[in-house]
Antibody, heavy 118, light 108 residues
Framework: QVQLVESGGGVVQPGRSLRLSCVAS????????MHWVRQAPGKGLEWVAI????????YYADSVKGRFTISRDTSSNTLYLQMSDLRAEDTALYYC???????????WGQGTLVTVSS | EIVLTQSPATLSLSPGERATLSCRAS??????LAWYQQRPGQAPRLLIH???NRATGVPARFSGSGSGTDFTLTISSLEPEDFAVYYC??????????FGQGTKLEIK
C-alpha cells in the first residue's frame, strides 16, 4: 500500500534553515507529482508546493516563494523541502502528499512538525 | 486567488442523522473541487474529487454535488467515525491550490 513517511522537523530559530524529507513506498514514485501541505497548530490546511513527476516543473505558494525549494530524488524515492529564512508563521505540521491527476491529494503522510521559535 | 468559504463552521448531529456541509467559491471552479476528512490526530483523507467522484475505498454514504461556485458534501447516515473536520479544496485557478477553513462535525 501507499506509504509516505516524513522526517526532518524540529525546533529552529527564526532566519535559520531546515530540510524536510518524505520517503515514498508502495507505488511508482517516478510517475507521480508530489506536494507539501502544511497545517499550523489548530488551523486549517495550506498548500505549500508541488513538483511534477519528472521534477521539471515546480510551483510554490506566495507565502514561501523564494524561501522554500521542493525537489525529488527518484533513485531513493524521496521528496524534499528545503526551507530557509524561516519565520514564526512557518510553524506547522508539514505533510507530503501524492498528486492525483494534477488536481488532488490522494495519499498523505503523517506529517513532521516544524517549530520556529527563538 | 480563489477563496473557499465553508458553512457551517460547526455542525452538531447524532449518529444516524444526515449531514449536509457546504462550500462556496469566490468565483467559478467548474467541477474542480474536492472534499477531505481529517480525524483528530490524523492526516487528511481524500473523500470526493471532481465535485462528485468518490475516492477509492470511500463508503457510499458520502456523496458530493454542485458545480460553479456552490458545492455540497452529504453524509447520508452518520457513523461514529464520521465525526471529524471536513475541508473542501479547489484547483481550478492554480497555483495556489486553496482549501476552505473547514467544518467541524461533532456529536450532538
Amino acid at each position: 500500500q501507499v506509504q509516505l513517511v516524513e522526517s526532518g522537523g524540529g525546533v529552529v530559530q527564526p532566519g535559520r534553515s531546515l530540510r524536510l524529507s518524505c520517503v515514498a513506498s508502495g507505488f511508482s514514485f517516478r510517475t507521480y507529482g508530489m506536494h507539501w501541505v502544511r497545517q499550523a497548530p489548530g488551523k486549517g490546511l495550506e498548500w505549500v508546493a508541488i513538483v511534477h513527476y519528472d521534477g521539471t516543473k515546480k510551483y510554490y505558494a506566495d507565502s514561501v516563494k523564494g524561501r522554500f525549494t521542493i525537489s525529488r530524488d527518484t533513485s531513493s524515492n524521496t521528496l524534499y523541502l528545503q526551507m530557509s529564512d524561516l519565520r514564526a508563521e512557518d510553524t506547522a505540521l508539514y505533510y507530503c502528499a501524492r498528486d492525483l491527476y494534477g488536481n488532488w491529494f490522494d495519499s498523505w503522510g503523517q506529517g513532521t512538525l516544524v517549530t520556529v521559535s527563538s | 486567488e480563489i477563496v473557499l468559504t465553508q458553512s457551517p463552521a460547526t455542525l452538531s448531529l447524532s449518529p444516524g442523522e444526515r449531514a449536509t456541509l457546504s462550500c462556496r467559491a469566490s468565483q467559478s471552479v467548474g467541477s474542480l473541487l474536492a472534499w477531505y476528512q481529517q480525524r483528530p490526530g490524523q492526516a487528511p483523507r481524500l473523500l470526493i474529487h471532481d465535485a462528485s467522484n468518490r475516492a477509492t475505498g470511500v463508503p457510499a454514504r458520502f456523496s458530493g454535488s454542485g458545480s460553479g461556485t456552490d458545492f455540497t458534501l452529504t453524509i447520508s447516515s452518520l457513523e461514529p467515525e464520521d465525526f471529524a473536520v471536513y475541508y473542501c479544496q479547489q484547483r481550478s485557478n492554480w497555483p495556489p491550490y486553496t482549501f476552505g477553513q473547514g467544518t467541524k462535525l461533532e456529536i450532538k
